[in-house]
Nanobody, 116 residues
């Protein structure tokens, strides 16, 4: 399974962005998918995940601000980010739990920069 994230960019504080992550390969083995981010000099943090059935789990730090969704038919994961703040700046990564694999698979990141 490979994951390709896109949709990052430069946005002003208060703005919105929608990230996408397209999965390819043996997509039938993908279970939960999610998003994480890593700010400069900080550890990667998990932000949200969603099951194949659409059950979501959002970190308290972004609850009410970020929404995760997925389109199983298109093998695509989304992260809608609203009311962005400078502290939301970082590299955003998508991930997937894949059947038979112990660790999550992570895609390459997409950079989000929020200016004040």
């Amino acid at each position: 399974v490979q994951l390709q994230a896109s949709g990052g960019g430069l946005v002003q504080a208060g703005g919105s962005l929608r990230l996408s992550c397209r999965a390819s390969g043996v997509v039938g083995r993908i279970n939960d998918m999610g998003w994480g981010r890593q700010a400069l000099g900080k550890q990667r943090e998990l932000l949200a995940d969603i099951s194949r059935a659409g059950i979501t789990n959002i970190a308290d730090s972004v609850k009410g601000q970020f929404t995760i969704s997925r389109d199983n038919a298109e093998n695509t994961l989304f992260l809608q980010m609203n009311n962005l703040k400078p502290e939301d700046t970082g590299v955003y990564y998508c991930n997937a739990d894949v059947l038979y694999l112990t660790d999550k698979i992570w895609g390459q990141g997409t950079l989000v920069t929020v200016s004040s």
